[in-house]
């Protein structure tokens, strides 16, 4: 029932090339940025990821990105980042962009054991005609494009078959977690790290504070142990190694006037 790894390195020891992963977090907030340079340095390769978006201000994915690791991404967000962009336009590496919400549930369908399900989104589409350019040529052309899905009516209302994800490994961060997997993800960080960790036929968890079974309220439990492998604590400094990715100073208010 233990599930706490001594290191990162160790945990993350078995994610071979060619892996698929689950990846927790969105911008900078929740991103498993411990486990994620574990892999960067016992030098795994051509990894396929499931994130909402690649990283952010060379953290987080943007770390096996630059370093020419990830040969393919189901995301929903490339931002500013402008690595991803560049890659994705010169054809060396495959994107696959869903919406946002729809990435949400297929991780969560594939989780839960549902293979497949029927949403609105991208009706009318290419998201549900095929076309999109998962994968460019280098020259501007499409080298793949991704092909139409199967479109039916319920109650007069056309919906998009979208199936679950299931990946080998999930990578999440969570505030809180035991010796047994229950998790608790602090505030903004609850976005992805559930979904991506039900997805991974073995997660890894980096945890900022690690307690003893019995301790969290199981009220508070975000996401039950059964859906975690491994847990990894963090030290002081890891736990609170977290970027800002934009800084905003609003201007003094103006000092008042006294006349006489």
Not at 16 to 23: E, H, K, N
Not at 112 to 137: E, H, M, N, R, S
Not at 205 to 224: C, M, S, Y
Request: with cysteine.
């Amino acid at each position: 029932m233990d599930k706490v790894i001594a290191s990162a390195g160790q945990a993350v020891a078995d994610v071979g090339d060619c892996a698929s992963l689950a990846v927790g977090g969105f911008g900078l907030s929740g991103v498993p940025n411990v486990l994620i340079k574990a892999l960067h340095e016992q030098g795994t390769t051509d990894l396929s990821v499931v994130s909402n978006n690649c990283g952010a201000m060379d953290s987080g994915l943007a770390v096996l990105l630059a370093a020419g690791r990830i040969a393919r991404v189901t995301g929903s967000y490339i931002g500013a980042n402008k690595e991803f962009a560049r890659q994705y336009l010169a054809g060396e590496i495959e994107v696959e962009m869903i919406p946002q919400g729809t990435l949400a549930e297929r991780l969560r369908a594939g989780g839960a054991g549902i293979p497949a399900f029927y949403t609105p989104a991208g009706v009318g589409t290419q998201v549900a005609d095929g076309g999109l350019p998962w994968c460019y040529d280098g020259t501007g052309g499409v080298a793949l494009a991704s092909p139409p899905k199967e479109v039916r009516v319920f109650d007069g209302v056309e919906y998009v078959l979208e199936r679950g994800i299931r990946t080998d490994f999930a990578l999440v961060r969570a505030a809180k977690g035991d010796r047994y997997g229950n998790l608790l993800f602090n505030k903004s960080s609850r976005n992805f790290n559930p979904l991506a960790a039900m997805a991974g036929r073995v997660t890894i968890a980096e945890v900022e504070e690690l307690v003893e079974p019995g301790v969290l309220d199981p009220d508070q439990v975000h996401l039950p142990g059964i859906f975690v492998q491994r847990v990894v604590e963090l030290s002081p400094v890891q736990a609170a190694d977290k970027g800002i990715e934009r800084r905003t100073v609003s201007a003094p208010p103006a000092r008042a006037t006294v006349s006489n």
